[in-house]
């Protein structure tokens, strides 16, 4: 009996490992002007951890509606290409936020699931994927945008991290990109002069997927961070003609 539970432990083991180890990736979303239909591209990573038979699903949400999920399609090893790339003609999306599930099946089990957040303007893209591993969150934002040059403001949640400061960011994020903190709250932005554009960075601590359900990406044009800098810069003039004034008012009223 102890040897039959030890198979089986391992058995269960193996199959852990090897639902872990396979990935699907959000790779893009692309209209197709002639088409009622859009592309939707998923790649997947370490495909030989999956088995025939297993299936692709993608359901695609606008606020927590179900508005599409028809794309479904059993992996077939016999086409070299088809399980690291997969295509979804899906219905033409108009603009708004969406939640992209991705999921693979086995013998309706579901052993691989990744929640991509995605935003869709007349100007941008933008999406959002994370993997939670033992002791940090990476978090993979890629945006478009049919500017020379804009700014990726990011919100995160106060359940991931309450409170970001200039003191205290070195300890809680890590960026390749320089970035700014717009908001103690948090809210975070990165000045971008290129499209497409992938953005990294780690949040140096362990997370829960549903603390990461309110992530959010908005893209602010160059006249709206030209506006924003204009208006801190018309403060800091105010604040500095207050003290500057107000020495001479105390000596009238002497």
């Known amino acids: 009996m102890k040897i039959k539970q030890l198979v089986l432990s391992l058995l269960l083991l193996i199959t852990f490992t090897n639902i872990a180890y396979a990935q699907i990736t959000f790779i893009s979303h692309n209209a197709d002007i002639d088409s009622e239909n859009d592309k939707i591209s998923y790649g997947i ?135 700014e903190i717009l908001d103690s709250d948090p809210i975070i932005a990165w000045n971008i002069d290129e499209s497409p554009k992938t953005i990294q960075y780690t949040i140096k601590k362990q997370t829960k997927p549903k603390d990461l359900e309110n992530l959010n990406v908005k893209i602010n044009s160059s006249s709206t961070v030209y506006s924003y800098l204009s208006y801190v810069l018309y403060l800091l003039i105010l604040i500095i003609i207050g003290i500057i004034i107000k020495p001479m008012f105390k000596k009238i009223k002497k």
Do not use: M, W
Request: hydrophobic share 30%; net charge negative.
């Open 45 to 179: 990573q370490n495909f030989e951890n999956l088995e025939k038979d297993d299936v692709f699903k993608l359901e695609i949400y606008n606020d927590a509606k179900l508005i599409d999920n028809r794309c479904s399609k059993q992996l077939n090893f016999d086409d070299d290409t088809f399980y690291k790339k997969i295509i979804c003609d899906q219905s033409a999306l108009e603009t708004g936020e969406y939640t992209f599930v991705a999921t693979i099946t086995r013998n309706n089990n579901e052993i691989v699931k990744t929640i991509t957040k995605y935003t869709l303007s007349a100007s941008s893209k933008s999406s959002i994927n994370y993997e939670i591993l033992e002791d940090k969150t990476i978090i993979t934002i890629n945006v478009e945008s049919t500017q020379d040059t804009y700014q990726v403001e990011h919100y995160i949640p106060k359940e991931i991290i309450k409170e970001l400061t200039i003191q205290n960011q070195n300890d809680l994020i890590e960026s390749e990109l320089e970035f």
